[in-house]
């Protein structure tokens, strides 16, 4: 080093995930690597640092503190500035500073590491198959933190006293679990009990090797895990697959597996690279992946899909389970029907008695609620379907610095979102609103985010749909705030816009099941030129209407009569009447009157809902147990083989607004049936059909407004081939495609897009 180089001080800030993530271990071990003096101290607002030395071993540790940053860190900005030189002698680690109003980005909570993992195998480590282990790289964060700065009396760890060991490591800035909140061993942590029915404790020795005896006699365990309770039985067991489905009322929607390898795994199911990381990754999300036909996973776990949810274990509980169990387990949500997830041991014993057979607990609290994340991969590319564990509540970085807001979402798959500087902190999934579980959940969690985030929402963004939870909730807020209303598909659109950080105009093509419109129809099939302030409705599907309202979403051959009586007539209707399967006369004479009368028979342009008729039209009869079945079903008959043929249809245009007519369409499919093309054939036309009424609606907003550009957002693309067929068909015409990567094109993505349009309606002018 040259000598003569004078010594300098550098004030550093950094911000992003740079709390309870080792960034400070890691900070003290770079300023001995570089013979620094000075200090390293987390504030409310981040982490502050002074070091002091010769001016190239300044730069180079600024170069590696965000090239070396530890694996949870996520490093948003470093400032630094130059001062004169304090003369520190050595390098120290200074507690915690509060100011008063900062506030800092949280780690979600992260799958078990390496490690951990090592130790836990270890019969010779003294956290062998301790189910708590974790280190700072690892293990719970958000679900454990009650407010900030993230310390273990701001935790649900206050209540276990570290031994001395375990202190040791806390105290060590040299060692792996230094400042690690959640640190724990078999002497001073957590521990589990097993529970019968009745909640008394069943005298075991080893409370995992009896639960793991108890599943493989096929019973159904509780499992409390790191966000909420599981229901698990052995997914090869046909017959204990069957009594959860029956007790938790659950006939068919697919459930998740957990297998313990990435080996286990590819015996089952095919696993492309791009899937194997996303698996394997940090957050460690349930992946929905083709089905192999030998798997010994019995078809009931996910009846006629072609797909299987699976994950890898994300806890130690989970690694040590599955490991001495040696089969895959499903770990569905511990909830009856569309209810939160139950997270406390007591609430579990209520809420699941009669589900579960045994309850596998522990003495951990869970303080915030938090779902398994669900993505699936599409032709190489990654999209979150429910954005949950893992990932919220990091935020998504916007270009701009937004006002303070929350955007309360949408009924179903509801998450809100509250901005603040270019932060949107989008909620964890919340989940189905129709419940009183569910909406206090919603409260809890918004609460808990004003706390962590120090937010004073000045505008409450909302959906326009007047019966949603969410919107009478924002509507609570009264005058205290600047109440904004938001079109659905406007937000969905915005959503995805926002997910590629993309702003000025697109086209964008929102296929979904429900939104409100601003004509009071229930809108889900439509053409829009919006940007982040306003739309235009360039066009949508025709109006039909939806017989019984709501009640249809859940009878989809209601939509089937819906759309052939009031397309094709009554002779439409009698041809095709044979292929709904058994129909009670009665049902389809009210039907009728309904839809004759106008009585209880809203209008819509759903994209869902024709699908849904279309289902029930090619052998889906009954009703849907859970939503999006019929249209699922859709899918997964689908031929693989494609000619390229889609069904006719035309282009009407009333007052500017274009209208696509279905019953050209509907005659198709009609004489198909007639004809005797089989179901797979008719359902591969629908798809084609729906991608080339996307791409002729995109060419008359682009010759209207030169852009060429398209956003498509809303549920129905989470229909693989509808979203395949979409991307491919646009891209071949010239058209710059934006779909979904981080946030779901479901209504799960809504309120971001509420947000960011509150934001911009609402932007002062200076
Ligand atoms: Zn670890
Ligand atoms: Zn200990
Ligand atoms: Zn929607």
């Keep these: ?79 630094a500035t130059d001062s004169p030189p304090d003369g520190y002698r050595q390098f120290e680690i200074r507690s915690s500073v509060t100011q008063e109003g900062e506030y800092q980005l949280i780690s979600p909570d992260i799958a078990t590491c390496q490690d951990c993992l090592r130790e836990l ?151 492309s690279r791009e899937e194997e990381e996303l698996l394997s990754s940090l957050q460690c999300p349930i992946l929905l992946l083709p089905w192999k036909d030998d798997s010994t996973v019995c078809r009931l776990v996910a009846p006629g899909n072609r797909y299987l949810g699976v994950m890898l274990p994300y806890t130690p509980l989970h690694h040590v389970l599955l490991r001495e169990m040696g089969r895959p387990l499903i770990m569905t949500s511990g909830n009856v029907s569309e209810e939160p997830i139950a997270i406390k041991n007591d609430e579990a014993l209520t809420r699941l008695r009669g589900i579960a057979d045994y309850f596998l607990v522990h003495n951990r609290e869970i303080y915030a609620r938090y779902d398994d994340s669900v993505w699936m991969v599409v032709e190489g590319r990654s999209q979150p379907l429910r954005r949950s564990r893992g990932y919220a509540p990091f935020p998504i970085r916007l270009s701009f610095k937004a006002q303070q807001i929350l955007a309360c979402g949408t009924e179903l798959k509801n998450t809100f979102c509250a901005t603040k500087d270019e932060y949107a902190f989008l909620s964890q999934h919340i989940g189905d609103m129709g419940n009183m579980e569910t909406l206090e959940h919603f409260q809890a969690s918004i609460e808990l985010y004003k706390r962590l985030f120090r937010l004073e929402p000045e505008i ?35 959503s995805c816009m926002v997910d590629n950080g993309a702003d000025g105009e697109v086209i964008g093509v929102a296929l979904d099941g429900t939104g409100y419109g601003t004509d009071g129809a229930i809108w889900g099939g439509e053409f829009l030129v919006a940007d982040y302030r306003s739309f235009r409705r360039v066009g949508h599907l025709q109006y039909v209407p939806l017989p019984g309202g709501e009640a249809a979403i859940h009878k989809p051959y209601r939509m089937a009569i819906g759309h052939l009586y009031s397309l094709l007539g009554e002779e439409g209707l009698s041809a095709a009447l044979p292929f709904l399967g058994e129909m009670d006369e009665l049902e389809v004479h009210i039907i009728k009157q309904q839809i004759d009368q106008e009585i209880n028979a809203p209008l819509t342009s759903s994209c869902g809902r024709l699908f849904d008729a279309v289902s ?68 591969l036309r629908l798809h084609n059909t729906m991608a080339q009424i996307s791409l002729d609606m995109c060419r008359v907003a682009a010759s209207e407004t030169g852009l060429d550009r398209v956003a498509l957002s809303g549920g129905c693309f989470q229909n693989r081939l509808l979203f395949t067929k979409t991307v491919a068909t646009l891209r071949e015409d010239g058209f710059e495609v934006l779909t979904h990567s981080r946030v779901p094109c479901n209504d799960g993505g809504v309120s971001l897009g509420q947000a960011i349009i509150a934001n911009s309606t609402m932007q002062t002018v200076d």
């Design 1 to 79: 080093m040259n000598q003569r180089e004078p010594i300098s001080l550098k004030k550093i800030h950094v911000t992003g995930v740079v709390q309870g993530v080792g960034f400070r271990p890691f900070v003290y071990q770079l300023a001995h690597e570089h013979s620094l003096a000075g200090w390293v101290c987390n504030t409310s607002a981040g982490v502050d640092i002074e070091v002091e030395g010769r001016s190239p071993a300044l730069i180079q540790f600024l170069a590696d503190l965000k090239a070396q940053a530890p694996p949870l860190a996520h490093v948003e900005s470093i400032t």
């Design 121 to 271: 195998l270890d019969p010779q480590d003294r956290r062998y198959r301790y189910p708590f282990t974790n280190c700072t790289n690892c293990g719970p964060r958000f679900t454990i933190i009650e407010d900030i700065p993230y310390d273990r009396p701001k935790t649900t760890m206050r209540d276990f006293t570290m031994c001395p060991d375990c202190q040791a490591e806390y105290d060590n800035p040299l060692d792996r679990r230094f400042h690690a909140q959640p640190n724990a061993c078999p002497i001073c942590g957590p521990h589990l009990s097993l529970l019968g029915e009745d909640g008394t404790a069943v005298g075991v020795e080893d409370v995992i090797s009896a639960a793991v005896q108890l599943l493989t006699e096929g019973r159904i365990l509780a499992i409390k895990g790191l966000g909420g309770f599981h229901l698990a039985c052995d997914a090869t067991n046909e017959e204990a697959v069957r009594r959860l489905r029956q007790r938790k009322r659950r006939p068919a929607k697919p459930m998740a597996v957990m297998m313990a390898t990435m080996e286990k795994i590819t015996t089952h199911c095919l696993v």
């Design 460 to 494: 409450v963004a909302y959906d326009m749909h007047p019966d949603y939870l969410a919107t009478k909730y924002a509507l609570g807020y009264g005058e205290s705030v600047q109440l904004v209303p938001v079109q659905h598909h406007h937000a969905h659109i915005v």
């Design 616 to 683: 029930a039209l090619l052998g889906f009869h009954g009703r849907a147990t859970y939503e999006a079945q019929a249209v699922i079903r859709l899918e997964m008959i689908a031929a693989d083989q494609d000619d390229g043929t889609s069904y006719p249809f035309s282009i009407v245009e009333l007052d500017g607004i274009r209208a696509v007519q279905l019953a050209d369409i509907w005659q198709g499919i009609l004489d198909d049936l007639l004809g005797q093309v089989p179901a797979p054939a008719i359902a």
